[in-house]
């Protein structure tokens, strides 16, 4: 049905706009759908984006060390995993922060305390001595309060900064292969439908809805709404 819709928009003389902007629309969802289908290789799209995040998180989290030959639960590895998983499964992004958050606290001692200090810029010597009081639960300085507080700030900011840049990454990613998808199932459709080659005027009409079609597609049913409502309008002008 919806390569009928797209081939029924392609004629220029005689259409009805409103159905050639929801054939379009539902062409961009359509096209938005094939590309959401690579999530089931490794990811696909959705792995768009998490190199943002990983690289705010390498910043405070200090890489195990290799003569270990184990990978414990709070470490770099196992924490980009569950991180990773989460960006995947498209939790909430408030969510996803905390998640980060918790795990980048989780590692705060007395060793990765000056790392830690220097990634978030606050004094690396008052953040090792809050990480050994946290560990013993002894009562901390108002001095160490202080820091402690602008740590969690600036902790909070930098995981803001990487996830928002992460989600426009994968979005902007999402659209831009959307694209050639849409165009793809518009040809695909007037070749099956009309039989005309690639090169034609019409495959050439096809290939303009195709681009159009991943723009229009979240507001195709309001904007098809509104010309509706408009010709209403512009008749009830001529009685």
Do not use: C, H
């Not at 953040?127 to 300085?141: F, Y």
């Not at 990454?169 to 959307?178: D, F, I, V």
């Not at 809805?209 to 904007?223: F, I, S």
């Amino acid at each position: 049905m919806l390569l009928d819709a797209v081939a029924a928009s392609i004629p220029l003389n005689g259409f009805d706009l409103s159905k050639v902007i929801l054939a379009i629309g539902g062409l961009g969802t359509a096209a938005y759908g094939l590309v959401d289908v690579s999530k089931g290789f490794g990811g696909g799209i959705s792995n768009r984006g998490f190199g943002d995040i990983k690289k705010v998180i390498a910043q405070f989290i200090p890489k195990p060390e290799p003569a270990t030959g184990t990978v414990a639960a709070r470490s770099l590895p196992s924490a980009l995993d569950t991180l990773r998983a989460n960006w995947l499964n498209g939790m909430a992004l408030a969510d996803q922060k905390a998640i980060a958050k918790a795990l980048i606290k989780l590692n705060l001692t007395n060793a990765s305390a000056k790392g830690m200090a220097a990634a978030a810029g606050v004094d690396g010597d008052l953040l090792a001595s809050v990480a050994g009081k946290l560990a013993t639960g002894t009562a901390l300085t108002q001095q160490e309060t202080d820091v402690y507080g602008r740590f969690d700030l600036l902790l909070t900011s930098q995981l803001d900064r990487g996830y928002q840049r992460a989600d426009q990454r994968y979005r902007n990613s999402a659209k831009l292969l959307a694209v050639p998808v849409a165009v793809a199932l518009a040809l695909a459709g007037g070749w099956a439908l009309e039989g005309n080659p690639f090169w034609s005027m019409d495959a050439w009409k096809a290939a303009i809805a195709g681009l159009l079609a991943t723009p229009l597609a979240p507001v195709a049913k309001d904007l098809s709404s509104a010309i509706q409502a408009g010709a209403k309008v512009v008749q009830s002008w001529k009685k």
